[in-house]
């Protein structure tokens, strides 16, 4: 029976599995290797950026997608693929939803300057399954 609990796809989202699934036995999902973080009024004011908006970037994989792109720590990513970017949640599932390797252009605020990166999307790498002794 129901408990009263349910959960919401995105219809894109299952769209996006499903197709993956029959094209290739897997769910690709595009990856660029950042750790990335709601961008407040607060930070932005504290790094004396003209931006209010945004996901800033507090960690880059050296070798992954973003690190060899030129992306650096404390950039702010405002724009994937002319898509806006507002928050971290934008932020994955657009990266989520590009093909591992393709190209995608990413607008990002360093500094005072909007520099655009262009980034080859990775592949989201699989968990690591840890085993117990």
């Given at each position: 029976g129901s408990m009263g609990i349910g959960f919401?796809?995105?219809v894109d989202t299952a769209k996006q599995v499903m197709e993956s699934l029959i094209g290739h036995g897997?769910?690709?999902r595009g990856w660029i290797g950042v750790e990335p973080r709601d961008l407040t009024p607060e930070m932005a004011a504290n790094f004396d950026l003209p931006i209010k908006e945004g996901v800033l970037i507090t960690g880059?994989?050296?070798n992954g997608p973003a690190g060899q792109g030129g992306m650096?720590?404390?950039d702010v990513v405002v724009e994937i693929e002319a898509q806006?970017?507002?928050n971290t949640r934008q932020l994955l599932n657009t990266v989520a939803a590009l093909a591992p390797?393709?190209?995608a252009n990413v607008v990002v605020q360093r500094g005072t300057k909007l520099t655009t990166l262009k980034l080859s999307?990775?592949?989201r790498p699989k968990p690591l399954v840890r085993t117990s002794r």
């Open positions: 919401a796809i995105p897997e769910v690709k880059v994989l050296q650096r720590p404390g806006t970017i507002s390797g393709s190209q999307i990775g592949q």
